[in-house]
């Protein structure tokens, strides 16, 4: 209203040391809109064509809230293996080139498949190596402990192995890349670690959490950089060790919203997750 923008804006925002930033405002529809499109199954651009030519949102027959019995993720897709020397650690700044989806009645299954269609197979069953920022140590113990719970073997950093020790969870001592070897570059290049947790803060990410997180990307290690998404992460594979997870058609997702019970329905069993070509994918 302040800014007098009738219809889509697309707000581009920041944190700082607590402080909310606007760093920038478009007046225009964004990616998300073709996303909610298809989670939704209302061809929102259409309608929206239709309504600056006339017509009216009743008179399209859309004037109620959707309201989908499906889960909806979206996922970026990032360049980083083309670029050698980018740290693969988010920001403000724009990285990703594309987004992919996926979609399932559960958080962690439609979790689980927007990471098989962005290109990495989360792992049932290894080593998950964990290393986090002072300030992330509490909030990982959690994680880390549905983790050890699930069967995997837990590798830290000294400090972050202590802290968990001190939680009652049990880790084994890896040395970073400045510590000597062999280290933990030499653990993934090894293919002895299945899962990377390793956050920062910004630029002033150090030196070994760069190395670790590149090597995670050469060798195609499933990664997470932030709490955030070690928790979607640890949702996603307990998901995936209760169930197999399987596909079934867009519309039967939308016909599944349109009823006041019920669940959607679920179609057979998928036998290839692995994303083919360079289409925009999406896990149904």
């Known amino acids: 209203r302040e800014l007098g923008v009738v219809g889509l804006m697309n ?6 040391d607590g402080v909310l930033y606007v760093l920038e405002v478009n007046p225009r529809a964004s990616r998300t809109v073709p996303f909610v499109s298809k989670a939704i199954g209302v ?3 259409k309608l929206a064509t239709k309504v600056m030519l006339g017509k009216t949102l009743k008179e399209l027959g859309f004037t109620g809230k959707a309201r989908p019995k499906h889960i909806s993720v979206k996922e ?3 360049p980083f293996n083309r670029f050698p020397n980018a740290d693969i650690i988010l920001g403000p700044e724009m990285k990703s080139t594309g987004e992919v989806m996926g979609i399932d009645r559960s958080f962690g299954i439609a979790f689980a498949k927007s990471q098989m269609a962005a290109g990495f197979q989360l792992p049932r069953k290894g080593t998950v190596f964990i290393s986090v920022h002072d300030s992330h140590k509490e909030k990982v113990v959690p994680i880390a402990r549905t ?3 699930m ?4 590798l830290a950093t000294r400090g972050t192995a202590a802290y968990l020790k001190a939680s009652g969870i049990p880790s084994d001592t890896i040395c970073k890349v400045s510590e000597g070897r062999p280290h933990v570059v030499d653990f993934i290049k090894n293919g002895d670690i299945h899962l990377v947790i390793n956050t920062g803060i910004g630029r002033r990410s150090s030196l070994d959490a760069h190395h670790i997180r ?3 990307l050469m060798y195609n290690i499933p990664y997470t950089t932030t709490i ?7 949702e996603a594979i307990g998901a995936l060790q209760r169930e197999e997870w399987q596909v079934c058609p867009l519309q039967d997702y939308y016909a599944a ?3 006041s019970k019920g669940k959607a329905p679920r179609g057979p069993r998928a036998t290839s997750p692995k994303p083919q070509g360079k289409r925009k994918k999406t896990g149904a």
């Open 11 to 16: 707000i581009q925002y920041a944190i700082k």
């Open 43 to 45: 061809p929102l651009a």
């Open 76 to 78: 970026s897709v990032f």
């Open 147 to 149: 983790m050890k719970d």
């Open 151 to 154: 069967g995997f073997r837990l």
């Open 214 to 216: 590149r090597g995670a």
């Open 228 to 234: 955030a998404g070690a928790r979607a992460v640890s």
């Open 257 to 259: 919203g349109n009823r």
